[in-house]
């Protein structure tokens, strides 16, 4: 098989594949003698470049997907507007987001940094395959620990954990130095990082869009 076909099949395969592409669903697909994953990814890559196309390959939760590039996200945000895609609201972003920095961690340990009950916004989370529980804790009464899913990882873009934002990357784009010192106050130090957030509705209302477009 040739180099372009092997590329044209590949290209097919992320375009239709509606997780992330691994090296191991290609070796799968091909009966025999499967190519490179990634050297294929980084030729389309090359060549969407040059052909100065709204979309690109990104390394998401192991594997490769085709998604849209970031300059065309208000245009595909109407499109998608009420079309039932993944929402959550504003309380179980923020419980994620303490999930995804400090993970393992028991529920506690997450009421203990929002400063509210947290039951309802973990199950919203579990049901939507984005937490998933990493084991119990060894202290008393041994409370469940979670963690972050590949899941997580698709939707948001990410290709690892390491890739989410460090803390000074987050001061810098947030405005004020009183947000960012309820930032690190809550996120990173165990604090409550918004004191509105007490008053807040746990349920599993969905008012909030995580920021991940697909092509």
């Known amino acids: 098989m040739q180099e372009k076909e092997q590329q044209l ?58 998604t849209s590039k970031p300059a065309y996200e208000v245009w595909i945000r109407r499109l998608l507007k009420g079309s039932g895609r993944l929402l959550l609201s504003s309380a179980a972003l923020e419980t994620l987001a303490i999930v995804a920095y400090k993970q393992p961690l028991s529920r506690y340990e997450i009421e203990a940094i929002r400063g509210v009950d947290c039951s309802g916004v973990l199950k919203t989370l579990l ?34 954990l390491s890739d989410l934002p460090k803390l000074k990357e987050i001061s810098e784009l947030m405005g004020s130095a009183e947000t960012r010192e309820k930032f690190q106050m809550g996120i990173f130090s165990g604090e409550d990082p918004d004191a509105q957030s007490k008053n807040e509705e746990e349920n599993t209302s969905e008012t909030a869009e995580p920021n991940r477009e697909g092509a």
């Open 9 to 66: 099949i590949i290209e097919a395969l992320l375009f239709a594949s509606p997780e992330p592409l691994t090296q191991q669903q290609v070796n799968l697909v091909f009966e025999s003698d499967p190519p490179q994953l990634k050297t294929v990814v980084e030729a389309l890559q090359e060549k969407y470049s040059q052909g100065g196309h709204a979309f690109e390959i990104q390394a998401v939760a192991g594997g490769y997907q085709i």
């Open 127 to 160: 049901s939507r395959g984005l937490i998933k529980i990493k084991g119990r804790d060894k202290g008393p009464g041994r409370p469940l620990l979670y963690g972050t899913t590949d899941r997580f990882l698709e939707n948001f873009g990410l290709a690892r």
